[in-house]
């Protein structure tokens, strides 16, 4: 196992005092990877998905339970963290930076990530000049850069065309052969033979369909 998150718990407070209420968004949420496994993680909007998904990367704090992470880890979140005024090279450049990775490693995974999801042509375009699904590609790429034993993708396709769709799925295909674990969160899973596993987030709990 590479990630195992058990027993997660959050609620938030809501409305002004005295008429302030608790919102349990998780109550007891556990889910788990392992290696070579894609697990796609869906709910109904307002179901916790992204504040589950913050909570395995250390972003947000959880009331109760525990995070066990074995490796690295790479994150696509739903709205893209970039630079406006950085190009996409710049952007890779930076990233390897806060990643540790030799000049070598970057530029080997960035023409690859480059092949892959069909950008190239952007690499000296800024940021705020791409198009929203190039921009996706971006935000992907730079999850996917320093080769994370766990990918965990926040609607990482939403933006996609058709032919990007069918890469992404490539480049997953490839991890999984490699070892690598993926989880997919989506309000809505369409190809469900995609995945080894579907976990349903539902009154803050998490199940297997």
């Not at 033979?193 to 369909?209: C, M, N, S, V, Y």
């Amino acid at each position: 196992m590479v990630l195992a998150a058990s027993g997660i718990s959050k609620t938030y407070r809501q409305g002004i005092w005295p008429f302030r209420r608790r919102n349990h968004v998780l109550d007891g949420a556990s889910v788990s990877l392992h290696r070579g496994e894609v697990v796609g993680l869906v709910g109904e909007n307002g179901s916790g998905k992204s504040t589950l998904m913050q909570i395995l990367v250390g972003a947000l704090s959880a009331d109760a339970g525990a995070v066990d992470l074995r490796g690295s880890l790479g994150y696509c979140p739903q709205r893209p963290v970039v630079f406006e005024r950085l190009t996409c090279d710049e952007h890779f450049e930076l990233f390897g930076v806060a990643y540790g990775m030799t000049r070598e490693e970057r530029v080997a995974a960035q023409v690859r990530l480059y092949e892959e999801l069909d950008f190239t042509r952007y690499a000296d375009e800024r940021a705020d000049r791409l198009s929203g699904g190039t921009l996706a590609k971006l935000n992907l790429a730079l999850a996917l850069l320093p080769d994370p034993s766990v990918l965990l993708l926040d609607e990482p396709y939403a933006g996609f065309d058709w032919d990007t769709y069918l890469r992404f799925w490539d480049l997953v295909g490839r991890r999984r052969a490699s070892g690598r674990a993926v989880l997919v969160i989506s309000h809505f899973i369409a190809d469900e033979d995609r995945f080894d596993r579907i976990i349903e987030l539902r009154d803050g709990k998490a199940t297997q369909k």
